[in-house]
């Protein structure tokens, strides 16, 4: 079964800028659409971005656009979320989530492997 794992969280000041990466192992990542969601305490979680199998095509939430960066490298079966100016309401838990075949959807109901997250502070 596919496993994600995350890394690349840590504490930032605002403005700063973190890069999160999704390893995927026992499968190749190209057969899945990656989304990377968040989730802050007494918070849904949500959906921040997601990439298509083939890297072609990306999403963004509204809240992220223009901040926040998707791409992913299959050869290293990797997916990385470069996040810029980083905000306090961006404060979260991160997961990357595998989609088999599937396209690129920001809904997490739509994704059937998680990773365990790691976890995003913005504090000055």
């Known amino acids: 079964q596919l496993q994600l794992v995350e890394s690349g969280g840590g504490v930032v000041q605002p403005g700063g800028s973190l890069r999160l990466s999704c390893a995927a192992t026992?499968?190749?990542?190209?057969?899945?659409?990656i989304g990377w969601f968040r989730q802050a305490p007494g918070k849904e979680r949500e959906g921040v971005s997601c990439?298509?199998?083939?890297?072609?095509?990306?999403k963004y939430a509204d809240s992220v656009k223009g901040r926040f960066t998707i791409s992913r490298d299959n050869a290293k079966n990797t997916v990385y979320l470069q996040i810029d100016s980083l905000k306090p309401e961006d404060t979260a838990v991160y997961y990357c989530?595998?989609?088999?075949?599937?396209?690129?959807?920001?809904?997490?109901?739509?994704?059937?492997?998680w990773g365990q997250g790691t976890q995003v502070t913005v504090s000055s």
């Open positions: 989530a595998a989609r088999m075949f599937g396209v690129c959807v920001l809904s997490p109901g739509g994704y059937d492997h």
């Open positions: 990439i298509s199998r083939s890297g072609g095509s990306s």
């Open positions: 026992r499968f190749p990542l190209d057969y899945y659409a």
